[in-house]
């Protein structure tokens, strides 16, 4: 599991070079990339070793710009899910990539300018009209063209929502995905509760009131100096209480129905788009956040989807649900932390008592 290959320094991005170490140690060893259709085939064949399944969320520029060349490079098959609330049509638009550096097209400084993540997707709350951060469709279809790239789903929003009534922080302004939550609402002192990517979640819609009287409040002591008393919180909870105990608070949760509703209707938008944009069949979904519950499950199935990745480490075997296939995540590193993993997680035994093990020692 891959999210961003560039030279920025985050825990989601793998620097240019150690991709392209990793990829030509894959190549070397002669391990056969798969896109998931194949993979399920595989594990019912029960022919799992030397082959692997390369996987990209989200759909980030550089995905186009720095990981495709490398792949191609290689002659590797990768699929990237993409949110589809954030691909922009852009025809007769251009980015150049690595593959046009190494031919002389264009000087590194003429390759486009990478945001780091958590920017990327700042700038992505409440957009729906697309992002020049992510993929355009146009360089979609390039790389779904090469043969070597699938385009499947990381649902239509790839939102978040609260879902309990519980009050866990007060916005202090340093929470980047709180417009998501609150529909925009980014004001001082409003309350922050519990929350999960929204398609995994029953959303808890908070009370209005107690919003406005949070953040009035925070207003007129300061503003963000108000939080550098050292009774802040206290002062806050205080007026939460009050609240509540004047029967005041008007809030609520969705119900089943309603959730199902939204889901299964972000769920097939997703497809639907996908399967249109690129004349394809969108078979598989990425969770967003690698959240998901029985439901999710179920109703990805009645939207016709036949497999789904999740964020948890372990073997995939001929045994394994394809809506629960599991994968690891690749840190930055030397090739020789690669070279592991891929030892672990290609044996059911290893891959099975690793965690365990980490466990343990983690707690010596």
């Known amino acids: 599991m891959y999210h961003h290959v560039n030279e920025l320094k985050d825990r989601f991005t793998i620097p240019p070079d150690d991709f392209d170490n990793q990829m030509e140690y894959l190549a070397r060893k002669n391990y056969q990339t798969l896109f998931l259709d ?43 899910f993409v949110i589809t609330s954030r691909i922009k049509d852009k025809p007769n638009f251009y980015r150049p990539n690595l593959e046009d550096l190494w031919k002389g097209k264009v000087k590194k400084e003429g390759l486009p300018r990478i945001s780091d993540h958590y920017q990327s997707n700042l700038r992505c709350i409440r957009n729906l009209e697309g992002s020049d951060d992510h993929i355009t469709w146009q360089e979609a279809k390039e790389m779904f063209g090469s043969g070597l790239i699938d385009i499947q789903s990381h649902s239509h929003l790839h939102s978040y929502c609260y879902v309990d009534d519980k009050i866990v922080d007060y916005n202090q302004g340093k929470r980047w995905r709180i417009g998501w939550l609150t529909d925009g609402d980014t004001r001082l002192g409003i309350p ?8 995994a979640g029953r959303r808890y819609f908070n009370d209005q009131g107690l919003r406005d009287r949070l953040a009035e409040y925070v207003s007129r002591k300061g503003g963000e100096r108000f ?29 089943l129905e309603k959730r199902k509703e ?17 004349n394809r069949k969108c078979r598989f979904i990425a969770w967003p956040g690698g959240a998901y519950d029985d439901e999710l499950v179920k109703w990805a199935r009645e939207c016709s989807y036949q497999g789904a990745v999740t964020t948890q480490p372990g073997a995939n075997t001929s045994g394994t649900d394809p809506m629960y ?5 690749v840190k930055r590193g030397d090739l020789s932390w690669f070279k592991r993993r891929l030892f672990i997680y290609s044996h059911n035994f290893t891959a099975s008592i690793y965690p365990k093990m980490r466990e343990l020692f983690s707690k010596r």
């Open 325 to 329: 296939l599991k994968r690891f995540e």
């Open 262 to 278: 939204r889901v299964k209707k972000e769920l097939l938008l997703s497809k639907d788009i996908i399967e249109k944009r690129l």
């Open 38 to 80: 194949e993979l399920i085939v595989s594990l019912k064949e029960g022919k799992e070793k030397r082959r692997v399944a390369i996987t990209f969320d989200d759909g980030y520029l550089d995905n186009w710009v720095y990981a495709y060349p490398i792949l191609k490079k290689y002659n590797l098959k990768a699929t990237i």
């Open 192 to 199: 922050i509760y519990e929350d999960k990517p929204s398609l």
């Open 227 to 255: 939080f550098e008393k050292k009774d802040w919180k206290k002062e806050l909870d205080g007026i939460v209480d009050d609240h509540r105990a004047g029967n005041k608070l008007k809030d609520s949760y969705e119900t």
